[in-house]
T-cell receptor, first 111, second 112 residues
Framework: KQEVTQIPAALSVPEGENLVLNCSFT??????LQWFRQDPGKGLTSLLL?????REQTSGRLNASLDKSSGRSTLYIAASQPGDSATYLC??????????FGSGTRLQVQP | GAGVSQSPSNKVTEKGKDVELRCDPI?????LYWYRQSLGQGLEFLIY????????KSGLPSDRFSAERTGGSVSTLTIQRTQQEDSAVYLC??????????FGQGTRLTVV
């Protein structure tokens, strides 16, 4: 059974800092991995999708890496801003079942 | 539509009543997922539809929960004889197979 873990559960940083969010998964036979953002009371917004054959994806200040063999992904946020405050979730797709989500990292960027 | 649409956005129901939650996925998306999220918790998988394959119902918490997807498009999640522990936000998502999943804004269900 695929299990996804995110560390840390919560993070508070001052504005401008670079930060790294971690995601690990137990079954390396994945199809892809996605990072999502969830604002309070809202649905999820997809940030980045990394296919299993890829090592990283970049979008603006966000960079996600994938090391499938070790079962790890990181989301790097450069020059954090208060508007980045949200919960960040990673999810893995094995191609056989629905997406399996981690429990998220709640990020607070202090102005 | 431009995105995944869920209705109603909010639903308050009395314990013991049945409720139906609707999801309109993005046209052409073969995969459709239902999750629920209790206050301050992560996403709990409920059911997964992929094309014409039999749905994966392994996440449904009890036989009071059921879902169908008609014509490969609209999906309805039904909860019978609602209980207070069913109170949560119910999220629907759709995607082309193996691609980015798009989520609706959710239905906030409160059972009183």
């Amino acid at each position: 059974k695929q299990e996804v873990t995110q560390i840390p559960a919560a993070l508070s940083v001052p504005e401008g800092e670079n930060l790294v969010l971690n995601c690990s998964f137990t079954d390396s036979a994945i199809y892809n991995l996605q990072w999502f953002r969830q604002d309070p009371g809202k649905g999820l917004t997809s940030l980045l999708l990394i296919q299993s054959s890829q090592r990283e994806q970049t979008s603006g200040r966000l960079n996600a890496s994938l090391d499938k063999s070790s079962g790890r992904s990181t989301l790097y946020i450069a020059a954090s801003q208060p508007g980045d405050s949200a919960t960040y979730l990673c999810a893995v797709d094995t191609g056989r079942r629905a997406l399996t989500f981690g429990s998220g990292t709640r990020l607070q960027v202090q102005p | 539509g431009a995105g995944v649409s869920q209705s109603p956005s909010n639903k308050v129901t009395e314990k013991g009543k049945d409720v139906e939650l609707r999801c309109d996925p993005i046209s052409g998306h073969t995969a459709l997922y239902w999750y629920r999220q209790s206050l301050g918790q992560g996403l709990e998988f409920l059911i997964y539809f992929q094309g014409n394959s039999a749905p994966d119902k392994s996440g449904l918490p009890s036989d009071r929960f059921s879902a169908e997807r008609t014509g490969g498009s609209v999906s309805t999640l039904t909860i019978q004889r609602t209980q207070q522990e069913d109170s949560a936000v119910y999220l629907c998502a759709s995607s082309p197979r193996g691609q980015i999943a798009f989520f609706g804004q959710g239905t906030r269900l409160t059972v009183v």
